[in-house]
């Protein structure tokens, strides 16, 4: 009865053991891929640039890694991922990676872009039947969150929200709108155009910094701008999203 006894509680000790290790097992790895800034056609490519430099590891691999749900890819930046000048094969690209999962795994996305959210919508399920997609939208920030975001950037200093127009408001209210313009807050927030308008300058300003060799400046921000003015209207016209 002894002997019974203590192979019984091996037995229990043995499962438990098993179970609190599959628990642990089957908590999956994240993979982040970002796509900020980089010139990219679709998610391979993306993958690739993060897992192509570990040993075993590449884009196909990840799939299969996903598919058995050993891994979680979180892609960031999915507007960036254009396929070509018009966006028409961003979602393609991605719905396609999804559709090789076989109906398992899983991916987090995310985009800026107001397009892929009605991409999504009016996508055709039939042609994905294999990609369950669930959209998950990030609400405007209220007024104390705005608040935080500018003391927080500002040194504790509060912006007076009640002086502000509507449309200023309401592109204060855009996560990524409030934080860049809380960063290059030079007074001029009176409107959405003006809150844009300092963003522009404040990206073409911190890429002319970049250009300077010894101290030299080679472009102004000004100049910069209106060479890449130039340049997005030939990518306009040519159809290409490379020169």
Not at 75 to 97: H, I, K, R
Not at 133 to 153: A, K, P
Not at 184 to 203: H, K, M, P, Q
């Amino acid at each position: 009865g002894k002997s019974v006894a203590m192979a019984s509680c091996a037995l229990r000790l043995t499962e438990q053991s098993r179970a609190a290790y599959l628990e642990k097992a089957v908590k999956p790895a994240a993979l982040f891929v970002s796509s900020e800034g980089h010139l990219m056609a679709n998610i391979d490519s993306a993958v690739s640039r993060v897992v192509d430099a570990t040993p075993g590891l590449s884009s196909s691999v990840v799939k299969v890694l996903a598919r058995h749900g050993l891994l979680i890819l979180f892609v960031d930046g999915l507007d960036e991922l254009l396929g070509d000048a018009s966006y028409l094969q961003a979602v393609d690209s991605f719905d396609s990676w999804a559709s090789n999962l076989g109906g398992r795994g899983a991916i987090v996305a995310s985009a800026r872009s107001s397009y892929f959210a009605s991409a999504y919508l009016n996508k055709d399920s039939s042609s994905t039947a294999a990609v369950n997609s669930e959209l998950w939208r990030i609400s405007g920030l209220g007024d104390e969150q705005i608040q935080d975001v500018w003391r927080f950037t500002n040194s504790g200093a509060e912006l007076d929200l009640g002086a502000l127009s509507a449309s200023a408001l309401s592109a204060l209210r855009i996560p990524f709108l409030c934080f860049e313009a809380a960063k290059n807050f030079s007074g001029d927030i009176d409107s959405e155009a003006a809150i844009r308008a300092s963003l522009l300058v404040g990206y073409l300003e911190r890429e002319a910094e970049l250009l300077r060799v010894g101290g030299v400046e080679l472009v102004s921000g000004e100049q910069l701008r209106e060479f890449l003015t130039e340049v997005a209207e030939l990518l306009l016209l040519s159809g290409d999203r490379s020169l």
